[in-house]
């Protein structure tokens, strides 16, 4: 089989889960996850045998590479191709919102948030994916009204390189970036890429 398009969603969209810290863009509460997932297969094999092997392959690579808690596996077979066809890239890579972080140096909180989670083993570089203008370090005040901690929060867009669960350094950076900072700010960690 080839995966096609994937995406991560909550599994239950009703559950009461609510989070401490602003969210990052495009973050799903938290919960528990569902994959949903389009491939094509091959006509070598039983499509329940090899829907098998990839519903198991994509959980212990969530679980296992990324510390996520996946309850549910959905796929869809969308093609079925010949065994000659050539092998097609699964998903796109996010090098065009590279930051060249490692060069930055100086006294600003930003450029401090950045060195600290640069120092964390398995952080492969910092990102500007979601954040605009490329910047991979946004710090900023709670929203009034929400149920976020009340005091300042730091976001951090970065890329995880293999050897370490993306949680794993996820929190490592938290821990981290809040050192790093005199007032000891919330932190939320974007995983854009995973090497």
Known sequence: ????????????????????????????????????AECAAAPDEPLPTAASRLRAALTRAASDDLGLAVDQ????????????????????????????SRQAKGDSDEERAGQAALSVPGVARLTGALGGLGRAVHIGERS????????????????????????????DVRAAVTEALSDHPSVAVLVTAVH
């Open 1 to 36: 089989m080839r995966l096609g398009s994937l995406r991560i969603e909550l599994a239950d969209p009703d559950g009461s889960y609510e989070s401490v810290v602003s969210p990052p863009p495009s973050a799903l509460p938290p919960g528990p996850l569902r994959i949903v």
């Open 73 to 100: 596996v959905d796929l869809r077979v969308t093609a079925l191709f010949d065994d000659d066809a050539p092998a097609q890239p699964a998903l796109a890579d996010a090098e065009a919102d590279v930051v060249d």
């Open 144 to 171: 009034e009204g929400t149920t976020t901690l009340p005091r300042r929060h730091v976001r951090i867009e970065l890329a995880v390189s293999g050897g370490r669960r993306a949680l794993d350094v996820a929190r």
